[in-house]
């Protein structure tokens, strides 16, 4: 804490202290909250003065023929009609409509929004947030538009080379730099980028096509039917947001009418999604080590493997990453499934052997280390304890038993991760750290900083 | 909405206005924005008051409403619509010739871009962690770290907040950022 910090506080709280509500502020607000709902339904599409925040779906083609029994028409309008379809041949399969992140729909909008220079900050964060390098990344800009006053904001699609895997989203440039509003995973055949966005007092609908679409349609849940939603380019189109979020309707029609998509509307209103945000538990420490893309991609997809799910779904962060003499590669990642909370996961890859994971438990508020260990080391007779201390630690000290005397383990130029050269199959032994003054902060059982998953060995 | 629901959301904004209307206060600087912006986010919770199931977390929901429309870079003023028996208080009343240590701060802090005074009055006004504070703006932990941080910095760089030696104003000012 610092005084900044303090006095801040007690100017902020010093200034609230002062400040009474008018009375009964009912009324007002009710008027204000007729005013939305006119303005819900009545809002000529005014997309220019609307802007971007948050919350959004990629949603995957969906058969004409399936159209009936997954999703009807919110009301019977006398709007297009699904067309019967015959069984597909391999041909057909191919959805004309799908995004394929290899061969992109075209740029659409402002070309001023897709300078060279905002797409390197863009890509930079896109990178960033995947944990890989930028010349990992191919993100290609689909629409981008200027809002009032100068907000630039773009739909793009990314695609990591290394593993393949693509993802969405709208990045806006703010005062504080590139923020991505919307960052989901792309499914394959996703015919349709529709964002919530919200506004001022009406959220608003975006939807990103591929330029071929005819008319896309926004259908609230007030009965009033499908209605045509703006366009502002081929295959894009805004809406107002109206009615209940749950179920609000999208759809996106062929240019013989035929519905080529159909499906629900994001959620302006709804929580963020966890695929768009971190778990709590994320650590935020600095990534120590040598950055090694390419293996910290090999690792995130051992820990989709060891959860059994698809790598889009996993997200990580790198807590360290390096190599020993004997060829040994390491990465320590705090990683999660989309909507899980994070856990630790060790990856080592060894010449001659199949890589390593160790997975630990579900990490746990105020973590002081977390730690993986090398063993088989070719050439050697102990393992190697890699041990990762939270940012700040001073000294880490490595105990061979209860009463033995701690010796120093930290590694200069490794910012303050320990390397602990331990005896085959030792016990008893204990990490402890130190803070900057060489005070104990902090000592474990190294065989509970190694627990598994499920339970410790 | 039907009379029960009403009743229920009356009884919701009579308790909790006034913290939320201080919360609107430190976004917006001003008594009169701070009605406005607080109006609106209490019309959009009573558009979606039948949906939201968890009432414990309505003060949670007020409050990204709050910083959001806030936050909205094309948001407009809406003067003739926030309902309130003091008359608004007039711009730069709250930069003063004679700054005390608070005052300094305070009119630091609306110097500040609205993303960044959002992310230091719900971390050093409200008190969130950097997770709350980062589920509220919809950004992610390491955003907020990046933006706070940057906000004391610009804080501590004021002109306002480095005067001369031995002013206490000046001891903010080159002490250490804490982000």
Redesign the interface.
């Known amino acids: 804490?610092?005084?900044?910090?303090d006095?801040?506080?007690?100017?902020?709280?010093?200034?609230?202290s002062v400040?009474?509500?008018?009375?009964?502020?009912?009324?007002?607000?009710?008027?204000?909250?007729k005013?939305?709902?006119r303005n819900r339904v009545a809002a000529s599409v005014a997309g220019s003065?609307?802007?971007v925040?948050?919350i959004a779906l990629a949603v995957p083609a969906l058969a004409p023929s399936a159209l009936p029994d997954q999703l009807p028409p919110p009301v019977a309008t006398p709007g297009p009609t699904v067309a019967p379809s015959p069984a597909p041949s391999p041909a057909q399969q191919v959805n004309p409509y799908a995004l394929d992140p290899a061969d992109p729909w075209p740029y659409r909008g402002d070309p001023e929004v897709r300078t060279q220079g905002d797409l390197d900050a863009y890509t930079v964060e896109f990178a960033?947030?995947r944990g890989v390098l930028t010349d990992d990344v191919r993100l290609t800009p689909l629409f981008g538009q200027v809002?009032?006053?100068s907000?630039p904001e773009l739909f793009y699609v990314a695609t990591v080379t290394s593993s393949g895997d693509s993802w969405w989203g709208v990045v806006q440039a703010?005062?504080?730099?590139p923020?991505l509003?919307v960052d989901v995973p792309l499914p394959d055949g996703t015919t349709a980028l529709p964002a919530a966005l919200?506004?001022?007092?009406v959220a608003r609908l975006l939807v990103v096509a591929a330029p071929s679409v005819g008319r896309i349609e926004y259908g609230p849940d007030d009965a009033s039917g499908w209605t045509a939603m703006t366009s502002i380019a081929d295959g894009v189109a805004i809406t107002p947001l109206e009615g209940?979020p749950?179920a609000d309707q999208v759809r996106m029609l062929g240019p013989d009418g035929q519905v080529v998509f159909s499906g629900l509307a994001p959620d302006a209103?709804a929580?963020?999604p966890a695929t768009?945000?971190?778990p709590?538990n994320?650590l935020?420490w600095p990534v120590r080590g040598v950055a090694d893309a390419a293996l910290e991609e090999r690792a995130a997809r051992g820990f989709a493997q060891a959860k059994g799910v698809a790598r889009a779904e996993v997200s990580f962060s790198v807590l360290v990453t390096g190599n020993n003499d004997p060829g040994q590669r390491y990465t320590v990642l705090q990683a999660w499934v989309t909507g899980q909370p994070a856990q630790v996961f060790g990856w080592v890859e060894s010449p001659g052997r199949d890589p390593e994971p160790q997975l630990r438990p579900v990490t746990e508020p105020g973590t002081a280390a977390v730690a993986i260990l090398l063993t088989e080391i070719p050439g050697r007779t102990t393992d190697e304890l890699v041990v990762v201390p939270r940012p700040g630690t001073g000294e880490v000290l490595y105990k061979t038993s209860a009463t033995a005397q701690g010796r120093p383990v930290t590694v200069d130029g490794l910012d303050g991760v320990a390397l602990v050269d331990r005896e085959l199959g030792a016990e008893g032994d204990s990490i402890v750290l130190l803070d900057g003054d060489g005070k104990q902060t902090f000592e474990r059982p190294v065989s509970d900083l190694l627990c598994g998953e499920t339970g410790c060995s | 909405m039907d009379e029960q629901a009403r009743e229920d959301?009356?009884t919701y904004?009579?308790a909790r206005?006034?913290a939320l209307?201080?919360t609107a206060?430190?976004l917006t600087g001003n008594?009169a924005d701070?009605?406005d912006l607080?109006?609106?986010a209490?019309?959009?919770t009573?558009?979606?008051w039948d949906?939201i199931r968890d009432r414990e977390a309505l003060d949670g929901y007020v409050r990204r409403g709050l910083v959001?429309?806030q936050t909205?870079?094309?948001?407009?003023r809406k003067v003739d619509?926030?309902?309130?028996?003091?008359p608004p208080e007039q711009p730069g009343r709250d930069v003063t010739a004679d700054l005390d240590?608070?005052?300094a701060?305070?009119s630091a802090?609306s110097s500040l871009?609205k993303?960044?005074r959002a992310m230091?009055?719900l971390r050093?006004?409200e008190?969130l962690s950097?997770?709350e504070t980062?589920?509220v703006m919809?950004?992610?932990?390491?955003?907020v770290?990046?933006?706070t941080s940057?906000a004391?910095v610009k804080?501590?760089e004021s002109s306002l907040l480095t005067t001369a030696p031995g002013d206490p104003r000046t001891?903010?000012a080159i002490?250490?950022?804490?982000a």
């Open positions: 804490m610092s005084p900044l910090d006095e801040l506080r007690a100017a902020l709280r010093g200034r609230a400040l009474t509500p008018a009375p009964d502020p009912l009324a007002g607000i009710e008027r204000r909250a005013r939305i709902r003065a609307l802007a925040a948050a960033a947030r809002y009032e006053p907000v703010s005062e504080s730099g923020e509003l919200p506004g001022d007092e209940d749950a209103d929580p963020e768009t945000g971190d709590d994320v935020g | 959301f009356r904004v009579a206005s006034p209307l201080r206060y430190m008594r701070a009605e607080l109006q609106t209490l019309a959009k009573y558009l979606s949906r959001n429309t909205s870079f094309w948001r407009r619509e926030y309902a309130t028996e003091q240590l608070h005052d701060l305070w802090l871009p993303r960044q230091v009055v050093y006004y008190d950097e997770a980062a589920r919809g950004v992610s932990v390491g955003t770290k990046s933006t940057r004391l804080l501590r001891a903010l002490d250490g950022v804490h």
